[in-house]
């Protein structure tokens, strides 16, 4: 038990409440009723496919994952753990800038060789990620047609 009496796998729910997460919610994987995986975890597997060295925008990842907003990718980077090993550092926004509290976004990007301009932008062009190839988007149940063509 941590100091304040909760659990360090516990979670706060809607009305305020600490209440235990799932083992499938502590490990990042989690299940919606039907089997799937949550829109969070395709999240996180879109992300983990970025390339060290090159950067991609939270629309980019949502329109990939589909269904999910550009924001609710921003909402999923800030829930996700270290322990889940998701390289957030490499998501940015549209204009090719970080996060406004980016000291340390900017500091590991900058360590896998992105750069940055004067204005604080990386260049899109150079260091965008392409996307994922379709072979992969298939084998993980993405709709590699819709995302290649639209």
Known sequence: MRPGGRDRLQRRSTN??????????RCGLTENRAGSVSP????????????????????QVSKIVGNVSARQVGYALHAAQPW???????????????????GEQR????????EFDNDGRIDLKQFGWSGPDQEWLEANGFDADWFWHK
Do not use: C, D, F
């Not at 395709?42 to 629309?59: A, D, E, H, P, S």
């Not at 889940?84 to 980016?102: A, D, H, T």
């Open 84 to 102: 889940m090993e998701v390289p957030w550092q490499r998501v940015v926004n549209s204009k090719g800038l970080i996060s406004l509290r980016g």
């Open 40 to 59: 969070y975890e395709r999240i996180y597997l879109v992300i983990r496919q970025v390339l060290v060295g090159k950067v991609t925008t939270y629309g």
């Open 16 to 25: 305020g409440l600490w209440v235990p997460m799932s083992r499938t919610r």
């Open 107 to 114: 500091h590991l990007l900058e360590a896998e060789g992105v």
